[in-house]
């Protein structure tokens, strides 16, 4: 997976959009609804920003912010870096750890096409280790 292109990652993604206005209580609920863990913030067609559970944790709830009261713009990390879709997954995950965050926006001509997480990284891993322990269990059970 880490050599694969980020277009492969992203090509089936619908990126929760949202404007700058929008409150956090509505961004968060687009995010559970949809399962995701972070929002892009539009101006027009522009990407003006991202807003992620971290977001949500450190900026809101542990500022006593009131979600239904306080706009994304107010609390969204502006001007986020991207990376296009030919870029592989690897450099996606170098991005992350040295500036450390776990969402990252792929953008092709500034349009955003979808959101890598760190996630994605656990998936292939976590695939790995349930395989793991199948094979496990049924040799166990083989041996007696």
Known sequence: MP????????KDQDPVLVSPDT????????MRER???SVLV????????????????TRVLAEGLDAEKT????????????LT??????????VMQENGFRHLPVAEHGRPLGIISIRDAL???????????ETKEALSEILG
């Open 3 to 10: 050599r694969r292109p980020l277009s492969d990652l992203v």
């Open 23 to 30: 409150s956090v209580r509505e961004a968060a609920f687009l």
């Open 35 to 37: 399962q995701v863990g």
């Open 42 to 57: 539009m101006e027009g067609v522009t990407l003006a920003g991202i807003f992620t559970e971290r977001d949500a944790l």
């Open 71 to 82: 706009a994304i713009k107010e609390v969204m990390t502006v001007h986020p870096l991207t």
């Open 85 to 94: 879709p030919e870029h592989l997954f690897i450099d996606a995950l170098r």
């Open 123 to 133: 998936g292939r891993e976590i695939g790995s280790l349930q395989e793991e322990a």
